[in-house]
């Protein structure tokens, strides 16, 4: 493949990539908040080394600090638990881990609400063979 077939296809992978993450209802939204001097000073250094736009930096900056705290083991397990505790509804949950996890999330919560299924142990079939040990158990033992 020649380097502008090469670049175009990069290109237009990267194009299909940021299209993917942006849906039609992504409006660009005005947010206001302050900052240490020195940290925009670097920022705008790091956006005039790149030519680009500081706005532009921080949006990618913030994309992939999302992007990597949703992925954490530790936070999924966070949002899991203050879903089954009902402290989060399942739109909050979408919006934080995605909507195939917080799918996930949901088919487990209904599944832990629910009532145990009451099956006998089937009859005709040894589960454990030759591997069954037997344990003696105390009167005071309720188990």
């Given at each position: ?26 409006k660009p939204r005005r947010v206001h908040f302050q900052s240490p001097e ?106």
């Open positions: 493949m020649c380097k502008p077939c090469a670049c175009t296809g990069t290109v237009i992978g990267l194009c299909a990539e940021f299209a993917h993450r942006m849906s039609a209802s992504d020195y940290l925009v000073e670097r920022l705008d250094a790091i956006a005039a080394l790149f030519d680009k736009d500081r706005t532009d930096l921080l949006v990618e900056a913030i994309r992939e600090y999302i992007e990597e705290t949703a992925d954490s083991e530790t936070f999924q397990e966070l949002v899991a638990t203050k879903y089954y505790d009902d402290q989060l509804d399942f739109e909050a949950v979408k919006q934080l881990v995605g909507a195939e996890t917080a799918q996930r999330l949901r088919l487990l919560k209904a599944d832990l609400e629910g009532e145990p299924l009451d099956l006998a142990a089937p009859a005709d079939v040894d589960i454990y063979g030759d591997d069954a040990t037997t344990v003696a158990t105390g009167d005071g033992d309720e188990r």
